[in-house]
């Protein structure tokens, strides 16, 4: 048996073709499988897309396909009283959000990998208590305290202020992170003179690359998805909105009219979706950070 | 021996130094306001004249006269159980699919990965517009192949169907994770059930299950905690299918179609930002820390003994 299958390669012997088929059709089905997903995940986009382009008239059809292309809808979309401001007052609330958050995390999470003192697990826990709640258990008191103590309601600083003073969420991944840069290299520094802040910015900063990345992309878009932060303390002024607040307010603005609605909609996410295909590996990173390296 | 204590000194004043962001957070941004949430349950104040004691009449009336508490705590009940688990499951079949995808892998996991990250108000827009009963693609294919076509997010028993199916398409986070783990499964693990003549059934069973379980169980706890903040969805898919949006002056009261989507979330804003009760919205408040914080707790044990193990 073996015998001939070397010696005529070309004729399989019937084990061989039994293998052979059955690894055929199991790439069919995974792939036929995978197609048939790839669809629920994609179509989505092309009717958002399709709809956007369509006339008012045809918008409030059935139809699927745009019998003429109506490319204007987006700078109708782009051109609304207050589209432009939305867009300022987002990349205002994430790019500053983003700095302030990497500027007062990074030193957190260094210390709570690093050093060794009473207490830790507890902020440890507390960070991760934190990281956990959601946002509406505290939202009473922190309204009271930003709208009649500071008076900053009608404004975004009560959603930008606080990440001065750490996100618990930055913290622990960034932590997760440092664990597993050795010790060795940090205390080489300090043999040669560094002081611990300094071996944290020359050494320790270089080698986080990835996870500040990741800690940067996840805050930009937790800032940029942001709808209630916004809806409390922004809402009462529109100049102050954000393009996740203002997106709704463009279905009031349009009634039935879809075209004009799924034309925004696609202007919402489609930064959010280029700076995902300029940062792919890092988002990935950082989404597998978080859950397996628990 | 001073030498040693003004080192020791030296050193927590570093670690002081280090976490002092951390520190003003944590007291300004949580435990004050987790105390004066508590201080307000127990207050009548509608954010205008001063507080005044009521001792546990808020409460009271959350518990027995609030039309909104029981639905959403039912709401809260039905997503952990269908919701969760369906994502759970899903991103599992997803993950192993794109494990085994050989021709066009980049491809497919973008494809996979991309609707998680469309922002929640424009993925839930994008789906109050598919899924409209009267021009939606998605009825009109089913109506053309003849299937029933449902009221989705204007019918009470779909609207939770429909925003579970939004949050399938959102699968990319538990699609990604679950990748990452399929992939750490040792090798030789499956070349030794395939040599005991396992058959695929078996060698998921006894080979990845085991491997992956802690995954899964990560899976489930994070699932139920992100239930418990379930906010933008919900309410923006009601607003949107109610058709009261926008505006100033424009009150929503949340829950269309017949309170069938409201969480606790957004019982919060109800009671604190359109009725003025900030006693009411404070009972909420605890009652949703108090969930919270208990499968946190779980979790955290959960990730201890896996560091543990």
């Known amino acids: 048996m073996t015998a001939t299958a070397i010696s005529s390669p070309v004729t399989l012997t019937p084990a061989a073709r039994t293998a052979r088929r059955t690894r055929f059709l199991h790439w069919v089905g995974v792939h036929s499988l995978a197609i048939a997903a790839a669809l629920f995940f994609v179509l989505p986009f092309v009717f958002i897309f399709l709809t956007a382009l369509m006339s008012d008239q045809q918008a409030l059809t059935r139809d699927l396909w745009p019998d003429s292309w109506h490319w204007e809808n987006l700078r109708t979309v782009w051109e609304t009283p207050g589209f432009l401001t939305w867009w300022k007052n987002t990349l205002l609330y994430a790019g500053l959000g983003t700095a302030l958050t990497l500027l007062s995390s990074i030193p957190v999470a260094y210390a709570l990998a690093r050093f060794k003192f009473r207490g830790r697990n507890v902020v440890l826990m507390l960070v991760i208590a934190t990281m956990m709640l959601p946002p509406q258990v505290v939202i009473v008191p922190m309204y009271l305290f930003w709208a009649k103590q500071l008076h900053l309601s009608g404004t975004l600083w009560p959603l930008i202020i606080p990440m001065a003073f750490t996100d618990a969420f930055s913290v622990f991944l960034l932590r997760q992170f440092l664990l597993t840069i050795p010790k060795d290299y940090v205390d080489a520094a300090k043999v040669d003179g560094c002081g611990e802040f300094k071996a944290l910015v020359r050494i320790v900063l270089p080698m986080a690359k990835p996870a500040i990345a990741a800690v940067a992309l996840f805050q930009f878009f937790y800032c940029w998805n942001d709808y209630f932060g916004p809806q409390i303390y922004a809402s009462e002024n529109p100049a102050a909105w954000t393009l996740s607040y203002g997106l709704e307010s463009f279905k009031g603005a349009h009634h039935t009219n879809w075209n004009l609605t799924m034309a925004a909609t696609l202007l919402v996410m489609a930064p959010v979706i280029i700076l995902f295909f300029f940062a792919q590996k890092a988002f990935i990173e950082g989404v597998t950070l978080t859950g397996v390296k628990g | 021996m001073t030498t040693l204590r003004q080192k020791h000194r030296r050193e927590t004043a570093r670690t002081l130094a280090f976490l002092s962001p951390w520190l003003i957070g944590v007291s300004v941004f949580f435990l004050y306001p987790l105390v004066s949430t508590v201080y307000f349950s127990f207050m009548k104040y509608d954010g205008f004249t001063p507080p005044t004691w009521t001792g546990l009449k808020n409460w009271q009336y959350v518990f027995t006269d609030y039309p909104f508490f029981w639905p959403a705590l039912r709401n809260t009940l039905w997503l952990v159980v269908v919701m969760v688990t369906l994502r759970v499951l899903f991103g599992l ?209 959960s990730m201890t003994e896996r560091s543990a193990a």
């Open chain 2, 93 to 301: 079949g997803i993950g192993l699919l794109i494990t085994k995808v050989k021709t066009g892998a980049g491809f497919f996991r973008t494809a996979f990965y991309l609707p998680y990250l469309a922002p929640p108000v424009a993925a839930t827009m994008a789906f109050a517009f598919l899924l409209n009963p009267g021009t939606g693609p998605v009825n009109n294919i089913l109506g053309s192949i003849g299937l029933p076509q449902p009221g989705w997010f204007n019918d009470p028993s779909w609207s939770k169907p429909a925003l579970t199916m939004l949050a399938l398409w959102g699968i990319g986070d538990l699609m990604v994770i679950f990748m990452a783990s399929l992939l750490d499964v040792p090798q030789e693990q499956y070349e030794a059930a395939s040599l005991d003549g396992a058959g695929a059934w078996q060698r998921f069973r006894f080979v990845t299950l085991p491997n992956i379980s802690p995954i899964v169980l990560f899976a489930v706890v994070t699932g139920v905690i992100q239930t418990m903040q379930y906010y933008t969805q919900p309410l923006v898919a009601g607003k949107v299918a109610s058709g009261v949006i926008g505006g100033a002056g424009q009150q929503f009261e949340p829950g269309y179609p017949e309170k069938s989507t409201l969480t606790l979330p957004q019982l919060v804003y109800h009671l604190g930002f359109q009725r003025f009760d900030t006693g009411g919205a404070s009972v909420i408040a605890l009652v949703l820390f108090a969930l919270a914080m208990v499968f946190t707790v779980f979790l955290m044990r």
